[in-house]
């Protein structure tokens, strides 16, 4: 079968010709019906990622949902022709074991959830990465839940859902986009405000704020911001390092929290979100054969959303 692969940093994806899993012990092997790029996959084609990956040529693609084809000695949970998602973990495929960039990919079952009826193959790989890490960032390390008010910084892909998930377990919506084009999305989500900078919002008593820019900058104007006793969440790493007020971050007592990645759970209540209707991803959508193509186009910041592979059944 074809795979995309990673064979050194620099080089693009390379489509190789490899043979098709057989699933070990505890393993299931799952026919992909869809996966999605991720801008981790740049970081691992470009060096920033790289150390992750314990071999190469390693088939990338992290973010995977379709059918289980065959069962190893010893599975329990699923069964052939199972609908499935793959939670992404850097123990998981697209990391440590050959990924979604692939026909059929072979996973430990721990690492696989049921996919629920009705939810679209598309919308299942976006849930398993973007979805996952939002529904984490703003509801178990910001705590949101009904009447609160809560700033969503950067409204891409990570920060569309992220507000779609604060929206739809009652919250109200702030939204900072520095790029105006994208305020009638946040409009139509249902924001109750769109602005470039999250400092425009410093009269709301905004209780929570996530950062899903983090380009330092935006995560000071976040403490800043935020009432007395609030809690800012920072999920994204637009850049390394940055500065904050600590003098903020003292005296109005703010509770600062790193968020990175979420659980199977995580994942679970995102796609029962979505089979709600309450959240869905804002995606673009291209075949198999144009993967290697679509690793460019997100490198180069032409993806609104999320990119997602679908295969043909």
Known sequence: ???????????????????????????????????GLCHSDVGFLDGTLT???????????????????????????FAVGDRVAVPAAIEGPGTSSNGGFERKVAVHERLVIPLPEGIAWDQAAAATDAGLTSYHAVIVQGGVGPGSKVGVIGLGG???????????????????????????????????????????FADAGLDVIVDFAGFGTTTDEAVRTVRRDGRVVLVGLGVAEGSINLQALTLNQVHLIGSQAGTLEDCAAVLELIAAGKVASRITRIGFDEIGEGIGRLERGEVIGRLVAVYDA
Do not use: C
């Open 51 to 77: 150390s992750l990956l314990p071999f190469h040529p390693i088939t990338l693609g992290h973010e995977i949902a379709g059918v289980v084809a065959t069962t190893g000695a010893g599975v329990t949970r």
């Open 158 to 200: 990570l920060g569309s859902l992220g507000a779609q998930i604060a929206l739809g377990v009652g919250a109200e919506v702030y939204v900072a986009e520095k790029n105006v084009k994208v305020h009638d999305f946040a409009r139509e989500l249902g924001a109750t405000a769109v602005g470039t900078r999250i400092t425009e």
């Open 1 to 35: 079968m074809k795979a995309w692969q990673f064979t050194e940093v620099g080089a693009p994806l390379a489509l190789h010709e490899i043979p098709e899993p057989e699933p070990q012990p505890g393993e299931i092997v799952i026919e992909v019906r869809a996966a």
